[in-house]
């Protein structure tokens, strides 16, 4: 829902620019999601938690003069966390079996969507610095509905525990800002970098609050 509604005041803003005579649009293709922290929630070693990793993101500008557009961005990255399931595990000499909890680490898929408005600086020089400021939105993985219990002890002398299936993590809506350079290769064509921070306290794996985007830009 609230991606339809991003989407939607988007397709409205030519609405709003119907008397700007240099408005136009700009598509942008980005190594986005970029972050200093890895894509797994694991804090050991191994190459998923050190590796260099990046989503992949496109961008559709609205462009109402040289200083100033509204910029729509979706973006896709995998992710791994720790994932809680429960298994039947038999137990020796016949007796009664358990229902157990395991943590295992899942990959998941996410897309961030976010919606900024962009004020661009020196727009006559081939190295054009901007800032920005938005929304974004990330979706959490899907978890099961459900509140599962397992027995854990001596079968004589049931321990009812509920446990949580899933990822355990939720949906994210945060404010943000960033700041970047546009660097012209032609009149419609220019490669762009940024940074930006999200305006809050707490990160999750698949939405750091520090990110950054590199890519390719096209005027039309």
């Known amino acids: 829902m609230r991606t339809l509604l991003i989407l939607s005041l988007f ?57 100033w557009d509204a910029e729509f961005t979706v973006a896709s990255q995998t992710h791994r966390s720790p994932y809680t399931r429960l298994f039947y595990a038999e137990m020796p000499n016949q007796q009664p079996g358990i229902i157990v909890p395991a943590t295992e680490f899942r990959e998941y898929r996410v897309t961030p969507v976010d919606f900024s408005i962009t004020r661009h600086f020196l727009v006559d020089q081939p190295i054009a610095p901007y800032v920005r400021a938005g929304v974004r939105y990330v979706g959490a993985p899907d978890d099961p509905t459900t509140l599962a219990t397992f027995i854990n002890g001596p079968s004589d002398v049931p321990q009812f525990v509920p446990v949580s299936e899933g990822f355990g993590l939720n949906d994210r809506v945060s404010a943000q800002v960033g700041a970047g350079v546009r660097v012209r290769l032609t009149e419609r064509t220019a490669l762009r970098a940024e940074a930006t921070r999200l305006i809050r306290s707490e990160e999750q794996t698949f939405d750091p609050l520090m990110r950054y985007a590199v890519g390719f830009s096209w005027m039309f």
């Open 11 to 67: 397709c409205s803003l030519p609405l709003f620019a119907a008397d700007a005579p240099n408005a136009h649009w700009r598509i942008s293709v980005l190594a986005t999601e970029i972050s200093t922290s890895g894509n797994s929630s694991f804090a050991g070693n191994d190459a998923w938690s050190n590796d260099a990793h990046a989503g992949v993101g496109l961008g559709l500008a609205y462009v109402f003069s040289p200083q």
